[in-house]
């Protein structure tokens, strides 16, 4: 008998009502290098659309992450900057491919005088120069350069008028640190669904997750009450190797310790912001239940211990599994 995992409501497969309906949902969007491997049919198509518009697309836009995308090829970046020449606006873009194109926005500015007035055009030159050509050709009104001399054609505008080339850009980026919460938690919640299954799903683990993914002012407290971003970071270091963090690769992980369960969304190879969520009280027949599903795979000829993680690489779409030894390990080495 499934449930929504966002909202708690039952799922059918038959449903024409998008708020019982089930649906495929990528936990790790796929425009960020989310997996088919890494998904869940365990959704309504009502929370797949209503998060997908929100929580997603916040986060998508977000500069960090698309820049995090762009590097390893996996979306265009779109900043907007401005000249540190002439203070203007500027649209600075970085395709997949990694060709930089920078565009002036078309700006007129003009300075009256009492016989006369100065104008400073700026944007794209040719169309500075569209503009221009039309005011050498609107009737009753005459230009001049600076010495006083008169420009009746584009091409006397060319060499008289004082053109200045921009070369050097500035910007500054916004980041929504709720956004990244949101979408943390929301990923997170996936995760141990798969993981540890419908039980932990609907515990008081996953209610924590399904807060503050519901609800922004939870995000915003848990944002407030956070120390830092550096455990996500630490976490994120701990656990990859230099080839994956190069390779901005995904890591998930589950963490019992002292009793309670810590978990950590480290995307990009800890390149955008991570937190590390305390989940509370862990039930130790989470894990065991985890440890019997794992037993009966493949995986347990080679390490018997329960899987509580994933690395997901972004390029190949692949999934690895990181169980309670291989993170043991890797942090017994720091």
Not at 9 to 17: F, K, L, P
Not at 180 to 207: A, P, R, V, Y
Not at 250 to 274: D, M, R
Request: net charge neutral; hydrophobic share 35%; glycine share 8%.
């Amino acid at each position: 008998m499934p449930y929504c995992i966002y909202s708690k409501n039952r799922i059918y497969n038959d449903s024409h009502d998008s708020t019982y309906k089930a649906s495929k949902e990528h936990i790790i969007p796929r425009s960020i290098g989310g997996s088919n491997k890494f998904v869940t049919f365990d959704v309504s198509a009502k929370c797949n659309n209503d998060l997908g518009s929100s929580i997603d697309a916040s986060y998508l836009k977000d500069p960090i992450v698309s820049m995090a995308a762009n590097q390893i090829g996996l979306s265009d970046l779109d900043l907007s900057v401005f000249s540190t020449g002439s203070g203007k606006n500027a649209k600075f873009k970085v395709d997949k491919s990694g060709q930089v194109h920078t565009e002036f926005k078309l700006d007129v500015n003009t300075e009256y005088r009492e016989r006369y007035n100065i104008e400073e055009i700026s944007g794209p030159r040719d169309e500075v120069e569209k503009v221009i050509l039309g005011k050498i050709n609107k009737s009753g009104k005459k230009m001049f350069d600076g010495d006083g001399n008169p420009i009746e054609n584009l091409e006397q505008a060319r060499l008289s008028c004082k053109i200045q080339q921009e070369s050097h850009f500035q910007g500054s980026i916004s980041v929504d640190f709720i956004s990244h919460i949101q979408m943390m938690s929301k990923i997170l919640l996936g995760s141990g669904h798969l993981l540890f299954e419908k039980e932990w799903t609907f515990s008081n683990n996953g209610d924590f997750l399904r807060n503050i993914l519901n609800d922004r002012g939870a995000a915003l407290t848990f944002w407030q009450q956070q120390k830092g971003i550096k455990d996500g970071l630490k976490m994120a270091n701990t656990v990859l190797d230099q080839k994956e963090k190069e390779q901005k690769c995904h890591l998930i992980i589950f963490l019992p310790s002292h009793g309670n369960l810590y978990a950590c969304a480290g995307l990009f190879g800890g390149f955008v912001p991570s937190f590390v969520f305390n989940l509370g009280k862990f039930k130790e027949s989470f894990l065991e239940g985890c440890q019997a599903h794992c037993n009966s795979s493949a995986e347990s000829t080679t390490d018997p211990t329960p899987k509580v993680g994933y690395k997901i690489f972004p390029l190949d779409g692949s999934v690895e599994s990181i169980t309670l030894l291989k993170l043991y390990d890797a942090m017994n080495k720091v």
